[in-house]
Protein backbone atom coordinates (compact mmCIF):
# COMPACT_ATOMS: atom_id res chain seq x y z
CA UNK A 1 0.00 0.00 0.00
CA UNK A 2 3.23 2.46 0.67
CA UNK A 3 4.54 1.67 -2.55
CA UNK A 4 1.75 2.43 -4.49
CA UNK A 5 1.22 5.55 -2.44
CA UNK A 6 4.61 6.38 -3.05
CA UNK A 7 4.32 6.19 -7.09
CA UNK A 8 1.57 7.85 -7.13
CA UNK A 9 3.26 10.84 -5.28
CA UNK A 10 5.91 10.61 -7.62
CA UNK A 11 3.61 10.37 -10.74
CA UNK A 12 1.60 13.66 -9.43
CA UNK A 13 4.62 15.15 -8.64
CA UNK A 14 6.04 14.56 -12.36
CA UNK A 15 2.98 16.00 -13.89
CA UNK A 16 3.33 19.17 -12.16
CA UNK A 17 6.72 19.52 -12.57
CA UNK A 18 6.28 19.13 -16.40
CA UNK A 19 2.88 21.22 -16.04
CA UNK A 20 5.29 23.84 -14.70
CA UNK A 21 8.14 23.55 -17.32
CA UNK A 22 5.48 23.58 -20.08
CA UNK A 23 3.75 26.77 -18.62
CA UNK A 24 6.99 28.83 -18.16
CA UNK A 25 7.90 27.64 -21.76
CA UNK A 26 4.41 29.30 -23.08
CA UNK A 27 4.75 32.67 -20.56
CA UNK A 28 8.75 33.18 -21.93
CA UNK A 29 7.96 32.14 -26.01
CA UNK A 30 4.82 34.64 -25.65
CA UNK A 31 4.33 37.30 -28.27
CA UNK A 32 4.30 40.32 -26.51
CA UNK A 33 1.19 42.80 -27.67
CA UNK A 34 1.18 46.61 -26.19
CA UNK A 35 -2.17 47.84 -24.89
CA UNK A 36 -2.73 51.31 -23.63
CA UNK A 37 -6.37 52.58 -22.12
CA UNK A 38 -8.06 53.24 -25.23
CA UNK A 39 -7.35 49.59 -26.39
CA UNK A 40 -10.12 47.05 -27.45
CA UNK A 41 -9.52 43.91 -27.51
CA UNK A 42 -12.66 40.96 -27.40
CA UNK A 43 -11.61 37.32 -26.05
CA UNK A 44 -12.92 33.87 -27.86
CA UNK A 45 -11.85 30.10 -27.42
CA UNK A 46 -13.11 27.30 -28.08
CA UNK A 47 -15.39 27.83 -31.14
CA UNK A 48 -14.40 24.51 -32.67
CA UNK A 49 -15.75 26.03 -36.38
CA UNK A 50 -16.32 22.38 -37.95
CA UNK A 51 -17.41 21.18 -41.53
CA UNK A 52 -21.21 22.73 -40.90
CA UNK A 53 -22.40 18.77 -40.50
CA UNK A 54 -24.28 17.38 -37.71
CA UNK A 55 -21.05 16.73 -35.63
CA UNK A 56 -20.22 20.50 -36.03
CA UNK A 57 -20.83 22.00 -33.11
CA UNK A 58 -20.35 25.49 -34.33
CA UNK A 59 -23.35 25.63 -37.05
CA UNK A 60 -25.80 26.08 -34.65
CA UNK A 61 -23.91 28.97 -33.57
CA UNK A 62 -22.69 30.64 -36.72
CA UNK A 63 -24.75 33.43 -37.43
CA UNK A 64 -24.86 35.23 -33.80
CA UNK A 65 -20.93 34.57 -33.77
CA UNK A 66 -20.54 36.42 -37.31
CA UNK A 67 -23.09 39.27 -36.07
CA UNK A 68 -20.84 39.39 -33.24
CA UNK A 69 -17.51 39.37 -35.07
CA UNK A 70 -18.50 42.18 -37.21
CA UNK A 71 -20.21 44.24 -34.46
CA UNK A 72 -16.79 44.33 -32.68
CA UNK A 73 -14.85 44.94 -36.16
CA UNK A 74 -16.59 48.56 -36.89
CA UNK A 75 -15.96 48.82 -33.23
CA UNK A 76 -12.49 48.77 -33.62
CA UNK A 77 -11.49 45.93 -31.49
CA UNK A 78 -8.74 43.50 -31.65
CA UNK A 79 -10.07 40.16 -32.04
CA UNK A 80 -7.94 37.36 -30.18
CA UNK A 81 -8.83 33.70 -30.29
CA UNK A 82 -7.32 31.68 -27.16
CA UNK A 83 -6.85 27.99 -29.37
CA UNK A 84 -8.70 25.61 -30.57
CA UNK A 85 -11.13 28.21 -32.92
CA UNK A 86 -11.09 25.36 -35.53
CA UNK A 87 -12.11 21.73 -35.22
CA UNK A 88 -8.99 19.84 -36.75
CA UNK A 89 -9.60 16.51 -34.75
CA UNK A 90 -13.02 15.79 -36.34
CA UNK A 91 -12.27 16.98 -39.46
CA UNK A 92 -9.21 16.01 -41.79
CA UNK A 93 -8.61 18.82 -43.12
CA UNK A 94 -8.77 22.81 -43.27
CA UNK A 95 -10.45 23.58 -46.52
CA UNK A 96 -13.77 22.03 -45.94
CA UNK A 97 -13.72 24.20 -42.78
CA UNK A 98 -13.43 27.20 -45.22
CA UNK A 99 -15.68 26.07 -47.27
CA UNK A 100 -18.34 25.70 -44.81
CA UNK A 101 -17.98 29.13 -43.00
CA UNK A 102 -17.06 31.14 -45.87
CA UNK A 103 -18.47 34.35 -44.84
CA UNK A 104 -16.24 33.94 -41.10
CA UNK A 105 -13.53 33.46 -42.24
CA UNK A 106 -13.58 36.46 -44.59
CA UNK A 107 -14.72 38.50 -41.45
CA UNK A 108 -11.96 37.13 -39.73
CA UNK A 109 -9.48 37.94 -42.48
CA UNK A 110 -10.32 41.96 -42.38
CA UNK A 111 -9.62 41.50 -38.68
CA UNK A 112 -5.84 39.83 -40.33
CA UNK A 113 -5.23 42.18 -43.14
CA UNK A 114 -5.75 45.47 -40.38
CA UNK A 115 -3.02 43.17 -37.91
CA UNK A 116 -6.30 43.40 -35.20
CA UNK A 117 -5.90 39.63 -35.26
CA UNK A 118 -4.21 37.56 -33.14
CA UNK A 119 -4.18 33.74 -32.91
CA UNK A 120 -3.25 31.08 -29.64
CA UNK A 121 -2.88 27.35 -30.71
CA UNK A 122 -5.09 24.84 -28.59
CA UNK A 123 -5.27 21.01 -28.48
CA UNK A 124 -8.12 20.39 -31.10
CA UNK A 125 -5.68 22.61 -33.91
CA UNK A 126 -2.13 22.05 -32.65
CA UNK A 127 -0.98 21.46 -35.69
CA UNK A 128 -0.78 25.16 -36.30
CA UNK A 129 2.03 25.21 -33.85
CA UNK A 130 3.38 24.03 -37.15
CA UNK A 131 4.47 27.16 -39.28
CA UNK A 132 4.78 25.00 -42.46
CA UNK A 133 1.48 23.63 -41.64
CA UNK A 134 -0.06 27.03 -41.16
CA UNK A 135 1.37 28.68 -44.63
CA UNK A 136 0.66 26.00 -46.86
CA UNK A 137 -3.05 25.71 -45.54
CA UNK A 138 -4.10 29.48 -44.53
CA UNK A 139 -2.11 31.76 -46.40
CA UNK A 140 -4.09 31.49 -49.58
CA UNK A 141 -7.47 29.39 -50.79
CA UNK A 142 -8.80 28.41 -53.74
CA UNK A 143 -11.79 30.26 -55.31
CA UNK A 144 -13.68 27.70 -57.48
CA UNK A 145 -15.72 31.13 -58.92
CA UNK A 146 -12.33 32.71 -60.47
CA UNK A 147 -10.33 29.37 -60.84
CA UNK A 148 -7.63 30.97 -58.94
CA UNK A 149 -5.40 31.22 -55.16
CA UNK A 150 -6.73 34.18 -53.42
CA UNK A 151 -5.09 35.32 -50.03
CA UNK A 152 -6.72 34.21 -47.00
CA UNK A 153 -4.78 34.78 -43.73
CA UNK A 154 -1.12 35.39 -45.72
CA UNK A 155 1.82 35.62 -43.20
CA UNK A 156 0.04 34.37 -40.06
CA UNK A 157 1.65 32.97 -36.90
CA UNK A 158 -0.12 31.05 -34.18
CA UNK A 159 1.42 31.12 -31.01
CA UNK A 160 1.22 29.07 -27.80
CA UNK A 161 0.89 32.03 -25.30
CA UNK A 162 0.42 35.81 -26.03
CA UNK A 163 0.82 38.96 -23.36
CA UNK A 164 -0.85 41.65 -23.48
CA UNK A 165 1.50 44.31 -21.99
CA UNK A 166 0.02 47.77 -20.88
CA UNK A 167 2.61 50.62 -22.21
CA UNK A 168 2.53 52.72 -19.34
CA UNK A 169 1.83 50.58 -15.85
CA UNK A 170 3.83 47.25 -17.65
CA UNK A 171 0.60 45.32 -16.01
CA UNK A 172 0.32 42.00 -18.00
CA UNK A 173 -2.61 40.04 -19.08
CA UNK A 174 -1.18 36.87 -19.56
CA UNK A 175 -3.40 34.17 -22.41
CA UNK A 176 -3.48 30.88 -23.38
CA UNK A 177 -5.29 28.07 -24.03
CA UNK A 178 -4.77 26.19 -20.89
CA UNK A 179 -4.14 22.50 -22.00
CA UNK A 180 -0.52 23.33 -21.49
CA UNK A 181 -1.55 21.75 -17.55
CA UNK A 182 -3.13 19.04 -19.17
CA UNK A 183 -0.31 16.91 -19.78
CA UNK A 184 -2.80 14.31 -21.91
CA UNK A 185 -4.20 16.91 -24.01
CA UNK A 186 -0.69 18.55 -24.43
CA UNK A 187 2.04 14.97 -25.39
CA UNK A 188 -0.63 13.11 -26.34
CA UNK A 189 -2.99 15.64 -28.58
CA UNK A 190 -2.77 12.82 -31.78
CA UNK A 191 -4.31 9.83 -29.80
CA UNK A 192 -7.07 11.86 -28.92
CA UNK A 193 -7.31 13.21 -32.19
CA UNK A 194 -7.44 9.42 -33.77
CA UNK A 195 -9.81 8.14 -31.37
CA UNK A 196 -12.32 11.18 -32.34
CA UNK A 197 -11.68 10.68 -35.13
CA UNK A 198 -12.80 7.02 -35.34
CA UNK A 199 -15.09 6.74 -33.00
CA UNK A 200 -16.57 9.86 -31.59
CA UNK A 201 -17.49 11.64 -34.59
CA UNK A 202 -19.40 9.15 -35.80
CA UNK A 203 -21.36 8.91 -32.33
CA UNK A 204 -21.63 12.36 -32.03
CA UNK A 205 -23.49 12.35 -35.52
CA UNK A 206 -25.87 9.74 -33.64
CA UNK A 207 -26.43 12.35 -30.77
CA UNK A 208 -24.11 10.46 -28.58
CA UNK A 209 -21.77 13.14 -26.74
CA UNK A 210 -17.63 12.54 -26.42
CA UNK A 211 -17.93 11.40 -23.00
CA UNK A 212 -14.04 12.18 -22.71
CA UNK A 213 -14.58 15.77 -23.38
CA UNK A 214 -12.90 17.45 -20.45
CA UNK A 215 -16.15 19.77 -19.80
CA UNK A 216 -17.67 16.45 -18.62
CA UNK A 217 -14.27 15.36 -16.63
CA UNK A 218 -15.15 17.45 -13.70
CA UNK A 219 -11.88 15.31 -11.32
CA UNK A 220 -9.37 16.28 -14.15
CA UNK A 221 -10.38 19.67 -14.19
CA UNK A 222 -10.00 20.32 -10.77
CA UNK A 223 -6.67 19.20 -11.24
CA UNK A 224 -5.72 21.05 -14.54
CA UNK A 225 -6.89 24.24 -12.40
CA UNK A 226 -4.79 23.48 -9.70
CA UNK A 227 -2.17 22.90 -11.83
CA UNK A 228 -2.47 26.72 -13.10
CA UNK A 229 -3.03 28.25 -9.88
CA UNK A 230 -0.04 27.26 -8.45
CA UNK A 231 2.04 28.08 -11.22
CA UNK A 232 0.25 31.84 -10.99
CA UNK A 233 0.75 31.64 -7.25
CA UNK A 234 4.54 30.70 -8.08
CA UNK A 235 4.51 33.55 -10.77
CA UNK A 236 3.59 36.69 -8.64
CA UNK A 237 -0.03 36.27 -8.81
CA UNK A 238 0.37 36.89 -12.94
CA UNK A 239 -2.77 37.70 -14.55
CA UNK A 240 -4.10 34.42 -16.53
CA UNK A 241 -6.59 33.75 -19.10
CA UNK A 242 -6.75 30.54 -19.87
CA UNK A 243 -9.70 28.18 -21.17
CA UNK A 244 -11.41 26.13 -18.45
CA UNK A 245 -13.37 24.12 -20.60
CA UNK A 246 -17.01 25.12 -18.25
CA UNK A 247 -19.77 25.98 -20.05
CA UNK A 248 -18.40 28.34 -23.01
CA UNK A 249 -21.41 31.19 -22.76
CA UNK A 250 -20.53 31.50 -18.96
CA UNK A 251 -17.17 31.21 -19.68
CA UNK A 252 -16.83 33.78 -22.26
CA UNK A 253 -19.02 36.30 -19.48
CA UNK A 254 -16.67 35.68 -17.03
CA UNK A 255 -13.60 36.72 -19.46
CA UNK A 256 -15.59 39.88 -20.18
CA UNK A 257 -16.27 40.96 -17.00
CA UNK A 258 -12.80 40.24 -16.09
CA UNK A 259 -11.52 42.77 -18.44
CA UNK A 260 -13.67 45.19 -17.55
CA UNK A 261 -12.37 45.08 -13.60
CA UNK A 262 -8.81 45.12 -15.28
CA UNK A 263 -10.14 48.39 -17.18
CA UNK A 264 -11.05 49.62 -14.15
CA UNK A 265 -8.29 48.76 -12.13
CA UNK A 266 -5.67 50.52 -14.59
CA UNK A 267 -7.22 53.61 -14.74
CA UNK A 268 -7.81 53.99 -10.77
CA UNK A 269 -4.12 53.51 -11.01
CA UNK A 270 -2.69 56.10 -13.69
CA UNK A 271 -5.25 58.05 -11.51
CA UNK A 272 -3.08 57.89 -8.60
Known amino acids: MLHLTMKHFLFTFTIMFSAKKRLDKAYNKAKVIP?????????????????????????????????????????????????DGDELWENLSFESILHAHKNVYMLMKKF????????????????????????????????????????????????????LKHSETSQELFLLHGHQADWWNYLFWKWSRFMVRVLWKPLNVMGIADPTSPAKNYKELIKVERRTKKWITENKNLITIQVIHTDLVFQNLVILLFLMMVVVYTQEVLLV
Open 35 to 83: FNNSSKFILFSDCHRGDNSFADDFANNRNIYFHALKHYYNKGFSYAELG
Open 112 to 163: HDEERLHMIWGNHDMVYRNQNYVNKHLDTYFDAKTGENKDLFCDITYHEGIV
